[in-house]
């Protein structure tokens, strides 16, 4: 029963930004981490960025400076800010809550294209 639902995706101009966010509903419990991913045409999904549950974050080299991971735990939601795009941004960006235990949630992903 549980969903996780992505937004914030859309178009935008190269050097622009755009926030994505990742809400959780149902019963959530134990997580490890929360992640987002990113996968292009014709490539494998590459991480993006961590927040684990001691906020501890981390950061894929690639937006290292430019992509900011947030969460808030009172509404189940997962942020990531995303600034100074590139068009090597472009990608369906996918959220993932990290269980101790059990299957992990998954979202069905949102589309960010950077255009030049």
């Known amino acids: 029963q549980v969903q996780v639902v992505e937004s914030g995706g859309g178009l935008v101009q190269a050097g622009g930004s755009l926030r994505l966010s990742c809400a959780a509903s149902?019963?959530?419990?134990?997580?490890?981490?929360m992640n987002w991913y990113r996968q292009s045409p014709g490539k494998q999904r590459e991480f993006v960025a961590s927040?684990?549950?001691?906020?501890?974050?981390g950061y894929a080299d690639s937006v290292k400076g430019r992509f900011t991971i947030s969460r808030d735990n009172a509404k189940n939601t997962l942020y990531l800010q995303m600034n100074n795009l590139k068009p090597e941004d472009t990608a369906v960006y996918y959220c993932?809550?990290?269980?101790?235990?059990?299957?992990?949630?998954w979202g069905q992903g949102t589309q960010v294209t950077v255009s030049s």
């Open positions: 149902g019963s959530i419990f134990a997580i490890r981490a």
């Open positions: 927040i684990t549950s001691d906020s501890s974050e």
């Open positions: 993932a809550y990290h269980r101790y235990i059990g299957n992990d949630y």
